[in-house]
């Protein structure tokens, strides 16, 4: 559930921007609106962190996939640049 509730919380980088994580102060923020206790945190950012790690690899293979696709649909002078 929180890793659901932090999705508006990615950062982005590069040209054009790819996901490179989840902003942590953000995700920290959403357990203490959601009142998890102190003793639970450790466990659940780990087990978030998984999350995050696995959802890059999906996101990235959607980028290069979709930047194959614009690629392809480029005239031949566009892509000689």
Known sequence: MVFQRCQTQWTY????PAH???RMEAVTA???A???????RSDLLGRIQIIEMK???VLGRIRMSDLAR???Q???SARSR
Do not use: H, S
């Open 13 to 16: 980088a590069g040209d054009p």
């Open 20 to 22: 490179t994580g989840l």
């Open 30 to 32: 959403c357990l203490d």
């Open 34 to 40: 959601l009142g998890v206790p102190q003793e639970r």
């Open 55 to 57: 959802a890059l690899e």
């Open 70 to 72: 614009i690629r392809r």
């Open 74 to 76: 480029q005239p031949q």
